[in-house]
């Protein structure tokens, strides 16, 4: 099962349009991952809009997006947040007024990239787009979080389960209603219990910065920090068949817009508190079990189950190193600080982990990699620009594709080694058992057709006649021919008259038709 990825940037719509198309890709997407701090090109610049949305396909249903502003007034800082069924949402004010900048859904995946109706669209901005194909499944639930704690099972969401889940929030009660209020968002990553991370921040700002704080740690998949506490907080508890289970252990009692992006059909791993380290250079990091051909990096700049002061995070992206596929993005605030130096964005298209401090419009960049290599048990970064005094632990989402082994049949029963009486009597079997994969669950006529051509043919090879027509008699004996597991086809002769001429050896190769 092939896996593929491809992160490309390109500029938003400067005015609304319903046929905005994004080419390059070189493949048709399956799902497609936005995010952007709202920068117009690589660097730096005072405030943030920040937006981080995904789409599965057409319809509301298949789009969600988060977006938050900060802006540097001259009358201070203000912040405010919106949530909407759009794969690109984003938000900005002047003053107390906000509006909608960007808000765009998807149109159609298409051969080399994808179609968006960008229905608002005030000032193009510099967006990263991780598009995914090939065998990749890519679904999502939509839901509003439980207004009471503890075990939330959400079954039969999904078509398949999810090797994947990316959880995220905007922290909304309503869709896409003005003045949301302060920033309060929420980013995880998962692939099981013992693999999440999330990383959340919020901030206050109605003048100068208040209430600025950030939480990114492991073993969480929703974490929103809100004066030194937990605000909406959450882990996961399994990956099911058709759906996925969360804990909650801090909720409100109005339920949150939340969206769970599910990955499936690709090898999937979380790096859940991955360390920087204290000097500029290459680390390793291992532990995914597989080569990957992609990540997806969140961090939220803390250590350990915390929660800090000051806003800090950024997301990044790599894909193809050989093509220098990589891109960050950025943002952080300070709690308390004086307009203007308090509120700053970042973008690169050379790094796919970066954590700075707020600078207004020359933020400090604490720390930045890019992606060295992908490995055969994980990756190694290249750590570019290292603060020593600042510690962090990023989550590290890492896909590739999942070596297919083809299945293998093996021919048992009562028929091998039979004498012609007892092939006469009836009853024989021949039973086929799959090794390294599963029949059909029904086996239907075309099915059963196949198999009896299949083994007719071998027979043929075999050169006796009489074995040809007790197999030729099975095809009007369709019940003869049964599923008795997953992995195994019993198939049963009847009872007639053979005159074999001598020993026969058949040769079978099962119809792939068979096989799910």
Known sequence: MTVQSKLISFMGAGAPDATFSVTGVGFVPTGIIFFTAGHISAGANSSYVFGFGATVGVGAANNFGVGGVEINLAGGVFSRRNTDQKCIHMVTHSGALESITAS?????????????????????RQMFALCLGGDAVLEMDQYTTPTATGADVRAGVFTAQPD????????????????????????????????????????????????????????????????????????????????????????????????????????????????????????????????????????????????????????????????????????????????????????????????????????TIDAAANVDSWDADGMTLDWLEVDPALAFSFGALLLGSVAVTAPSVALTGTLAGATEAAMAAGGLTAIFTLTGGIYVATLTADHKTALIDAMY???????????????AALRLLPANIVRTASDVVTVTFAASSYDLRSDALIGFVMPESLIA
């Open 104 to 124: 765009a859904t998807l149109v159609s995946f298409d051969a080399d990239g994808f179609t968006l109706d960008y229905s608002v669209a005030t000032f193009s």
């Open 164 to 363: 994947a889940l990316i959880y995220f929030t905007g922290g909304d009660h309503t869709l896409n209603i003005p003045a949301q209020g302060a920033i309060s968002h929420s980013f995880g990553m998962a692939t099981a219990a013992a693999d999440q991370y999330a990383m959340g921040f919020s901030s206050l700002s109605t003048s100068n910065p208040t209430g600025a704080q950030r939480s990114g740690r492991a073993g969480r998949v929703i974490s929103i920090p809100l004066a030194g506490a937990d605000w909406l907080a959450a882990d996961l508890t399994s990956i099911d068949a058709t759906g996925h289970t969360v804990n909650w252990t801090t909720i409100n009692a109005t339920g949150r817009h939340i969206c769970a992006l599910a990955i499936s059909g690709v090898n999937a791993k979380v790096l859940s508190d991955a360390a920087k380290i204290a000097t500029a250079g290459t680390q390793g990091y291992t532990g995914a079990g597989f080569t990957p051909e992609s990540g997806l990096f969140f961090t939220g700049s803390m250590v350990g189950t915390g929660i800090g002061s000051d806003l800090r995070a950024g997301f990044g992206a790599a894909t193809d190193l050989s093509t220098s596929e990589v891109g960050a993005a950025a943002f952080a605030t300070a709690d308390g600080d004086a307009w203007p130096a308090s509120v700053s964005r970042f973008h690169s298209v050379t790094r796919g982990v970066v954590m700075m401090t707020d600078g207004d419009a020359t933020p």
């Open 457 to 471: 043919e071998s027979s043929t090879h075999a050169n006796d006649i009489q074995l040809q027509a007790a197999i």
